[in-house]
């Protein structure tokens, strides 16, 4: 259960003023409030009551919008903590300059550490973007980020490419890459992360033109 800061726990130090103290105490509280619904969405539930967020977080169901102006907007805020969390998992170990298998399986590790961190937020974010225009926005600029990861990493055979054709490889890339296709491999095709990893890995070599041996 996440801790909640009261009117009677000491917030201030000793030079600050109060109403810094306030505004501390509230920003606590709020964190408080989202990393209850992220304990949710983490216990396999993506779509809580208010009152469960509440009794998660040890307060009542009134007092959660005090500190947000509707379950979106605590949707919202709870997706972009979890993204901010995950944010170290976001660089790829291996740059274009490398050889090819070394960035794919440099990506491929990326992508099977980071999809895991961001499970539960993810699934959210799909669930209810066509509802919330501002979450769908969050949707697409976090993709095109992981597209434009792909399209930096794989600039020289891209480069080498036509243009239609490298638009297509990288298109096709993508999809392979993608949360969609992780949960797809790992959730319905029953693959281990090691048996993942080898599908996609494969996948994104042929894709750029070079085969895998034995």
Known sequence: MSTLVTDDTPALGP???AGDGRKLRRE????????????????GNLRPSSTEVAEQAGLSPRSLFR??????DLCRTAVDRALE???PLLPIGAGPDDPLPDRVAALVEQRLRLFPAVAAAATVSRLESP????????LRSNRAHLRDQLRALFAPELRAMAPARADAVLAAADVLTSFEAHQLLRDDQHLSSPGAAAAVEGALLALFGQTTQG
């Not at 500190?67 to 979106?72: G, L, Q, S």
């Open 15 to 17: 030079d600050e003023p």
């Open 28 to 43: 606590r509280n709020r964190m408080a409030v989202v990393d209850a619904l992220l304990d949710l969405y983490d216990q």
């Open 67 to 72: 500190y947000f102006d509707d379950t979106d």
């Open 85 to 87: 969390r995950a944010r």
């Open 131 to 138: 509802f919330q225009p501002a979450l769908a926005a969050r």
